[in-house]
């Protein structure tokens, strides 16, 4: 079996937290959508419970996005399973908080690839775990794991050589595809600013997976002239086919925008999802 980063040709849409636009994010929901809206990945956070439960959940504190106060790390499973998520910014309330476990099997389901973000520092008998629970359901080709801590990047590589690493990284900053190529990373972000974009064509051809997260239509829309030259800059380096990962919170949204030859074939419109979220 291959690894899906090898088996598209074409820029992969990655629902960003799931379709978290009006999904709440990091849940089984924000999956489905996902998947209705025509995501081929889905990027998830794994935070780690008091007693040691991979958690599917972003913030550190529990009160922006679930029914819950405090830090996750400060609650057993017991007591974070019954929270439920909450849409950002709002009190509606979703589905119940998911463990690692959870989320896998459904996205399996779904036959949706994961990119999975670690968010805490997870020892190595906790990352061994980690990859049982991929071995178990044969999702090794259907998953990368990212984060910002290199380091912990590097030991996930030296642990299993199988799973492919995904470096958030900051690439004006640097020389993305030796930083790379020295951590065994197989793909890297190229979002700060977005002239970072450039580097796109460099790092397909070292064999290292280009993503960018796409700001959402009200951005582009908010920000004039300015906006749209980002997002022509966006639309540009996916048809000339070197970006390999379009990260977004708008699942139709980045869709179209994948899509799309050019400027006129996207819709600088305010979205309705967006109108909903904010009234």
Same mark, same amino acid.
């Given at each position: 079996?291959?690894?899906?980063?090898?088996?598209?040709?074409?820029?992969?849409?990655?629902?960003?937290?799931?379709?978290?636009?009006?999904?709440? &994010?990091?849940? !089984?929901?924000?999956?489905?959508?996902?998947?209705? *809206?025509?995501?081929?990945?889905? &990027?998830?956070? !794994?935070?780690?419970?008091?007693?040691?439960?991979?958690?599917?959940?972003?913030?550190?504190?529990?009160?922006?996005?679930?029914?819950?106060?405090?830090?996750?790390?400060?609650?057993?499973?017991?007591?974070?399973?019954?929270?439920?998520?909450?849409?950002?910014?709002?009190?509606?309330?979703?589905?119940?908080?998911?463990?690692?476990?959870?989320?896998?099997?459904?996205?399996?389901?779904? &036959?949706?690839?994961?990119?999975?973000?670690?968010?805490?520092? +997870?020892?190595?008998?906790?990352?061994?775990?980690?990859?049982?629970?991929?071995?178990?359901?044969?999702?090794?080709?259907?998953?990368? !794991?990212?984060? +910002?801590?290199?380091?912990?990047?590097?030991?996930?590589?030296?642990?299993?050589?199988? !799973?492919?690493?995904?470096?958030?990284?900051?690439?004006?900053?640097?020389?993305?595809?030796?930083?790379?190529?020295?951590?065994?990373?197989?793909?890297?972000?190229?979002?700060?600013?977005?002239?970072?974009?450039?580097?796109?064509?460099?790092?397909?051809?070292?064999?290292?997976?280009?993503?960018?997260?796409?700001?959402?239509?009200? *951005? +582009?829309?908010?920000?004039?002239?300015?906006?749209?030259?980002?997002?022509?800059?966006?639309?540009?380096?996916?048809?000339?086919?070197?970006?390999?990962?379009? +990260?977004?919170?708008?699942?139709?949204?980045?869709?179209?925008?994948?899509?799309?030859?050019?400027?006129?074939?996207?819709?600088?419109?305010?979205?309705?999802?967006?109108?909903?979220?904010?009234?």
């Amino acid at each position: 079996m291959s690894h899906f980063l090898d088996t598209c040709p074409h820029t992969l849409v990655c629902a960003h937290r799931g379709h978290s636009i009006d999904g709440h &994010e990091n849940s !089984i929901h924000a999956l489905d959508l996902a998947a209705k *809206y025509g995501a081929e990945v889905c &990027e998830i956070d !794994i935070r780690r419970s008091a007693d040691g439960v991979m958690v599917v959940f972003h913030d550190t504190g529990l009160n922006q996005t679930s029914t819950g106060e405090g830090a996750v790390s400060d609650h057993d499973w017991e007591t974070l399973s019954g929270l439920r998520h909450r849409l950002r910014g709002s009190l509606q309330e979703g589905a119940s908080l998911s463990r690692l476990e959870e989320i896998l099997d459904h996205a399996r389901s779904l &036959e949706m690839n994961l990119v999975i973000e670690l968010k805490d520092d +997870f020892d190595d008998t906790e990352l061994r775990h980690f990859f049982s629970m991929l071995e178990e359901r044969d999702m090794q080709d259907a998953v990368m !794991i990212s984060s +910002f801590d290199h380091g912990l990047l590097v030991r996930i590589r030296e642990l299993n050589a199988r !799973i492919r690493t995904f470096g958030i990284v900051h690439a004006h900053l640097i020389d993305p595809v030796a930083l790379a190529r020295n951590a065994g990373f197989s793909g890297v972000t190229l979002d700060f600013p977005i002239t970072s974009l450039k580097a796109a064509g460099a790092l397909k051809a070292a064999g290292i997976a280009p993503s960018h997260y796409l700001n959402s239509r009200n *951005y +582009f829309t908010q920000t004039g002239k300015r906006g749209q030259e980002e997002l022509g800059k966006v639309i540009d380096v996916i048809r000339t086919g070197d970006l390999k990962i379009l +990260f977004c919170d708008d699942v139709p949204w980045g869709v179209e925008v994948r899509n799309a030859k050019d400027l006129n074939d996207v819709k600088l419109s305010r979205s309705p999802v967006l109108e909903a979220v904010d009234h």
